[in-house]
Nanobody, 120 residues
Framework: QVQLLESGGGLVQAGGSLRLSCVASGRTFSSYSMGWFRQAPGKEREFVAIISWSGGTTYYADSVKGRFTISRDNAKNTVYLQMNSLKPEDTAVYYC?????????????WGQGTQVTVSS
C-alpha cells in the first residue's frame, strides 16, 4: 500500500509563491511518474503537472505553464510543486498522485490534498 501526504498549502496573496510537497511511503517511489492535480469548489478535478520517474520529463497544463514547476527528489521519496505568480483562480485543493504506469492519464494512489487559497 502506498500513502501520499501533501503539505505546504496555505493562504497567499496574488503574485505570491508557495511550494507544495508530497511524501510517498514505500520503496518503489522512484519507479513511477508522479502528478499534481487540483480541484476548485464546484469544479471538476483538473490535471496540473506530471513528472517522469527520473525527473527528466515534465508536462504542464496550459493554465500553469511558466508559473509552476514540478520536481522530485527520489532519495527523499518526495515530489514538489513550486507555484509562482499565483492567481486567485489557482485557489483549490491540490492533490498529488502516483501514475500507475499503464498510461499517462491513469493514477492509482492519491493523497488527501492540501488547500491553497490565493487572495486578490
Amino acid at each position: 500500500q502506498v500513502q501520499l501526504l501533501e503539505s505546504g498549502g496555505g493562504l497567499v496573496q496574488a503574485g505570491g509563491s508557495l511550494r507544495l510537497s508530497c511524501v510517498a511511503s514505500g520503496r518503489t517511489f522512484s519507479s513511477y511518474s508522479m502528478g499534481w492535480f487540483r480541484q476548485a469548489p464546484g469544479k471538476e478535478r483538473e490535471f496540473v503537472a506530471i513528472i517522469s520517474w527520473s525527473g527528466g520529463t515534465t508536462y504542464y497544463a496550459d493554465s500553469v505553464k511558466g508559473r509552476f514547476t514540478i520536481s522530485r527528489d527520489n532519495a527523499k521519496n518526495t515530489v514538489y510543486l513550486q507555484m509562482n505568480s499565483l492567481k486567485p483562480e489557482d485557489t483549490a485543493v491540490y492533490y498529488c498522485a502516483r501514475n500507475s504506469g499503464s498510461s499517462w492519464s491513469d493514477y492509482d494512489y492519491w493523497g488527501q490534498g492540501t488547500q491553497v487559497t490565493v487572495s486578490s
